[in-house]
């Protein structure tokens, strides 16, 4: 009998996906573990991997968007007589035949380690040729995997799907000894733990096969930035900063809305359509913020953290949302509801779209370990690593745009939140004290609001506290 292969869900708030790609082509053969299609959903794209060995028969086409549990094709059996018509095949009632659990329990990334008697991997003594881009093709539990057992990953023969890197090439590139030497980009000797280095200079190492312990960084402290990396890849091309990213979009491209953009797109157009949403920009004197920040960075340097100035704005917002709880609700038509945690969006901007992962109880950590949490939630989110669990729960967002030297925009609220806070650049400006002018360190910030939930004047006593509390940043260590 037949089995199905589901669009997996992949959490309680996934309402619809889509076949991005079928690895395995219409009546080719898979063996259990391998992978056989790509998962697009609003918020996160998956390789999903075979239940069972046998036939694979597509039933829908690539693009189709379609509500999770939702039959996407079936597994024959070897030799198992495949009907013209797959509508009226009934599948085995199989007990694990079934669509995945819920975000809560799953993995972030659903591909399972293969049975190696099933579908054994060729040793690994190759590298396979890379993309024209430069990039290698893996996957991220074959990345995480190789990291784990010290194995470059970039030296690793891919069996995957268009010759990506999976699990098993990883575990078979350890079982024949083959720990490839990482790729020498300057005279420093590739050994010892992993240096610091910024997200960007991360994902562009892994891209380009770099081992960053090979590479001398540049950036404050000895950290390794985009510059270094690119510097030390033998066949990086010398770009100016001005000059379009490699995937850019052409001129007369026509560009299909789908998966996380389509998402994005119909968020924003509802959110707009149905609250009424305000801005208000302030000015905030952040010259103690500044220096408070500049004496943590240095105090917390041997512990790796970092606190951005992002960072204290989140601090300051959640403890305003202590004392203005209706910042701090949802609008749901007939009731206001006043939530009972206070849990912070931050928006991290990615190729595909934005996304906005979690950081939970905002005013009950310090903000070291805030510092930590938005680290690692901003890489994960870059690198592809983020799990289910960090979307959830969020009850006011973050949204920076001051790395790109923006002084205001108006952030759109994501639903069913009824507040964002816009973080703009930091930049000189004048105080004066009597006829002398003092030159200053600020910011200015930019609150949206729904106006159905709180009026302009509620809205405004929130954001003057937030600046009190930035112009006095000792009350966000306590």
């Known amino acids: 009998m037949p089995k199905e292969i589901y669009l997996v869900k992949v959490g309680m708030s996934m309402t619809e996906g889509m076949v991005a790609e079928w ?8 063996k259990k573990g391998e992978l056989v299609y790509a998962l697009e959903t609003e918020k996160v794209n998956l390789d999903v991997d075979a239940e069972y060995d046998g036939i694979v028969k597509h039933l829908v086409d690539v693009g189709i968007t379609l509500a999770p549990g939702d039959v996407v094709g079936y597994i024959f059996e070897p030799g198992e007589d495949i009907p013209a018509d797959l509508g009226g095949v009934e599948a085995a009632p199989a007990v694990d035949a079934k669509p995945a659990p819920a975000a809560e329990t799953a993995p972030a990334t659903p591909t399972a380690a293969p049975d190696p008697a099933a579908s054994p991997a ?8 890379a993309p024209s881009d430069g990039r290698i093709k893996s996957s991220p539990a074959a990345r995480r995997l190789a990291k784990e057992l010290g194995v470059d990953y970039t030296r690793v023969v891919g069996t995957g799907p268009g010759g990506r890197i999976v699990e098993a090439d990883v575990q078979a590139a350890v079982t024949s000894g083959v720990a490839a030497a ?23 190492a892994a891209e380009r096969g770099i081992d960053l312990r090979a590479v001398r960084g540049t950036g404050p402290g000895g950290r390794i930035v985009q510059s270094d990396v690119e510097s030390a890849a033998p066949a990086a091309k010398a770009a100016s900063p001005s000059a379009a990213p490699a995937d ?12 996380m953009r389509k998402t994005i797109a119909s968020r924003m157009h509802h959110s707009l359509m149905e609250s009424a949403q305000l801005t208000m920009d302030m000015e905030v004197l952040m010259d103690d913020a500044v220096k408070m920040r500049t004496g943590l960075v240095e105090e917390w340097s041997a512990e790796g953290v970092k606190p951005t100035y992002t960072d204290l704005v989140i601090k300051a917002c959640a403890k305003a949302l202590q004392i203005h709880p209706l910042m701090n609700s949802q609008f749901q038509g007939t009731e ?9 969006g ?16 905002v005013d009950q950590l310090g903000l070291k370990d805030l510092a930590r949490e938005s680290s690692r939630l901003a890489v994960a989110a870059r690198d592809g690593n983020l ?30 939140q009824v507040g964002i806070m816009g973080v703009n650049r930091l930049y000189d400006g004048v105080e004066w004290d009597g006829d002398r002018p003092i030159r200053t360190k600020k910011m200015n910030l930019s609150l949206t609001w729904d106006h159905r939930t709180l009026d302009g004047a509620p809205a405004a006593e929130y954001l003057v506290t937030v600046k009190e509390l930035l112009e006095a940043p000792f009350r966000l260590l306590v």
């Open 387 to 416: 799990g289910l669990d960090d979307y959830a729960g969020g009850t006011f967002t973050v949204s920076a745009l001051g790395m790109y030297g923006v002084d205001s925009f108006t952030p759109i609220i994501n639903e069913p």
């Open 248 to 259: 850019a979009p052409k001129p007369g491209e026509v560009i299909p809305v789908k998966g």
């Open 182 to 204: 990482p790729v020498a980009a300057s005279p420093i000797a590739a050994s010892g733990p992993e240096p610091k280095a910024s997200p960007l200079a991360k994902r562009i």
């Open 122 to 129: 060729p040793a690994a003594s190759t590298p396979a040729a």
């Open 336 to 344: 206001i509801v006043v939530q009972n945690e206070i849990n912070v």
């Open 23 to 30: 690895f395995i082509p219409d009546g080719g053969e898979v």
């Open 346 to 361: 931050m928006a991290v901007a990615l190729p595909e779209g934005l996304v906005v992962p979690v950081i939970r109880h």
